[in-house]
Structure formats: structure tokens, C-alpha cells
């Protein structure tokens, strides 16, 4: 499949408000990035009203990012499996945000076509998809065909199903003049965007290979209530399930994988992997470590690593390996460096997770504003392909190319005619060399 160039550094918008009316269109047409030509490029001044799908963690940090950035902006709907997280989301951005919260209980809806009564309502502008990830594909592009803009956290799609999906939905979004901005916040963050520019003007020489990790030492369990049927569990346990999160390599180390993409400007060819479980407990289907080599064009080749387990040690960083030097890239607030083949520092930057996490609101909104809403689902969904890639090789043992993923695998883990009472297949966990590729 021939990839359109979505991975390169226009992509990128800078974190300076000011500047970003006057380059983001700009930026946006040189990556070849959609932009709305249907509409003047007249700024847009009317009051743009949010809505949340998915009042969990990240759903009120979202909102909280994007109330806090954002000026003549309203929360004014939310829908969430749970009123009650809906209601305790509302009360902390009515706390925080004072006059950008407009939501009564009638506008918070409840249940699993939540997401949908908040699609139908002619009030919403912007939708936050922020549930588990393997509602994202198909709520996305719903959201696209209701003519919403939306914000979807990553991974964008757990399987090659939902990548073709959120395609689809990229497509229609380009063609509808809405915007679609993801949640991989390091593609905005000052110390990212500076090394990949160093890189670029050839700081480290040629590119030669590169690592990444993603280590950490765990992460929640929620464990079953007497009274939840299977679906109830898994939705709210929803890590524990590749159907609903992908395991570790597609939920959290996508961040890095996104990152490594957008250093090599394409995806990669092939992945190679391994990998197991130890510690997870007895139901959850995640293993606890994959490792992949992810060959890129070029036959350049990307060791990759991630780990969840207590009491070891963590690393959630990039080095990129160039022919006259190396570049470090730090995850959260470490910071990105250049060291020259002696080894001494040549370069340097700091960032801002939480900046970053801002800036993706601001310039949504922005790009609303301005009449050219950003569209980039498709380099997300590409950088979450690549991490399943990685998922699908380590559990089958073989190695596996981007394109027949892509293209023809037949892997589809959305569960058929999902209910609140659904029964659902007892979990499993893959076994290499029994797990089949299809
Ligand atoms: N960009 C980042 O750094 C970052 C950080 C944390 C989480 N995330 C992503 O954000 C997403 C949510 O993670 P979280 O930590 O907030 O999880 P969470 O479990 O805290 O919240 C998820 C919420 O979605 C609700 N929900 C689940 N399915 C739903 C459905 N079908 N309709 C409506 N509501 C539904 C749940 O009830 C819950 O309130 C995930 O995709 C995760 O990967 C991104």
C-alpha cells in the first residue's frame, strides 16, 4: 500500500498561539495534511460548544486542557457507561472553570448509545472521544458523519478493522470540512518538535537505527463486581482486554511508536517480536513484555521495548542513532539532547508534557476557528497500526509485514452485536506459535 506522507515534521504545529493562525494552514497544506477548502479562511467567532465521550481519567483532563486554553468555549454534554463518572467530571470542571460550564442533567447521558444521543444534538460543535480505544474507530467516524469536530485520544484503532475504519474516517472528515485532532501530545511538545528539527537539518548525520522503550512498573486492575455481566467487566476493566485497549504496546507505548514514525517520516516495512507474561493476573489477556524489531525503509532497524511489571526499573525514552552522533528523547518532562560521536553534549532542549497536552486543544480549536481544521487521524491510526504490527508479530512468532496488515489481515476483535448483558467468550491470552496470524 502506498502510504501518503503523513509523518513528517509539517505535521506540527508551533506552541505559540499567536503564531499559530498564520502558519498552521500553511503548515497543514505543505504536510499535505487535509484542510477544509470549502470554507473561507474567515475566523470563526461564534462560541464553541464541547461535548465528552468518556468521563474518566483522561476524559476530564482533556476537558479541563481544552476549558483551560481555550477562550468563548462551553462544556454543554457528556456521556459516559456510568452517569455518575459524567456527574463527577462536571463538578470538577464546574470548580475549575467558572462560566464554561453549561451542562444539565439532562445533557448528561448514560449507557452504551450514550455516545450517540450526545452525536444527535444540534448544540454540540467538538466531541472528546476519550473511552477505552476500541470504541474509537467507529464513534469517530460517526461523530465525522453527524458533522462534529472531534478530539480522539490515542491509540486510534486495537486492530487493522479499525484502522480502515478511522481511514475511512479521515476521508470523510477531509471531504466534510471537520476536524480531527489525536491525543499523541508529543507530536506538540517543545523538546519532540526541536530534536526532530535538529535531525532534520542533520545534527546526527544520516539516520542509522534507533531504540525505544516503554518500561513502567504497572498498572491498574479493576476487578469484577457479583452483580456485571462479561461486557459490563471488560468495558470497565477495559485495560485487561485486547479488544478494548490493545495490550500495553497499542494503549501506551503508541506514544513512542508515533514518535519513532515521525523521526523516519514512513512506516516501517516489517516487525519481528517476542514476548510473554508473568504477573498479569489470571483473567487479564495483556502480556507483561513485548520486545520487536521494526525494520523501516532503508533496512534501518528500530529495537523497540515495552514492560509492565513492579519493581523493575523504568525507561519510556528514543535514541535515535545517527552516522556523526546520537539524539536522546525523553518522554514526560526529561527533555531531548544531541551527544557527538565523542560523546559530548552539542545540543539540548527542555519541554512540557503539560503544555503539550494544552496545545492539541488549542490548536483544535484554533484550526476550527480559522476555517482549516486540522485533520490527522490517519498519521495516528498509521503510528497505532504499527504498534498492533508489533502486537500481532510477538503473539503469532512470525514475522509480519505493515502491508498485509494493512491490507489484508482479517483481524476484527470488536465483539459482534456488543449488549450491556452480553455474554462474551472466556479471555484468552496468545501463545506463539498456536496464536495464528490471519
Ligand atoms: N494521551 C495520553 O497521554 C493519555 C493518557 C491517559 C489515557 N489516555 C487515553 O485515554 C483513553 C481513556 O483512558 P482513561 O485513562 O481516561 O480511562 P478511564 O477508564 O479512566 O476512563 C474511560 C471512561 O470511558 C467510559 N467509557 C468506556 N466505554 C464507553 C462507551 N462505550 N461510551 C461512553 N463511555 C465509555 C468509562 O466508563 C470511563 O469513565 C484511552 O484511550 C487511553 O489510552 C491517553
Redesign the pocket.
Known sequence: MTQPDRTDDATISQPSRRSFLGSSAAASMAAGLAVHSSVEAAEETRELRLAV???????SGAINDSLSINDNIKLVAA????AT?ADQMRRAMQGAHEGKVELPDAKIYEG?D??RRVLDDPEVDVVIM????G?RPAYVRDAVAAGKHVFA???SCVDPAGYRICLEAHAMAAANGTGIVT?T?YRRQTNYIGAIEQIRKGAIGEIVSATTRYCSSGIWYRPRQPEMSDAEYQ?NN?MHFIWLSGDQIV?QAVHNIDTINWVMGANPVSAYGSGGRFTRPADSEMWDNVVVDYEYPGNKIVSFMCRQIPDTTGDNGSVIYGSTGRCEIGAINSGSRIYDMKGELVWEMGGSIADAYKQEHRDLIDSIRAGNPIVELAQTADSSLVAVLGRVAAYTGQKVAFDYLAEKSEIDLFPKNLSWDADLPEPQFAIPGKTKLV
Open positions: 465521550v468518556g468521563c474518566g481519567g483522561r476524559g456521556a459516559d457507561l456510568y463518572k452504551l450514550a455516545y476519550t473511552t477505552s480505544p470504541f485520544e490515542k491509540p491525543g501530545q468495558m477495559w494503549e
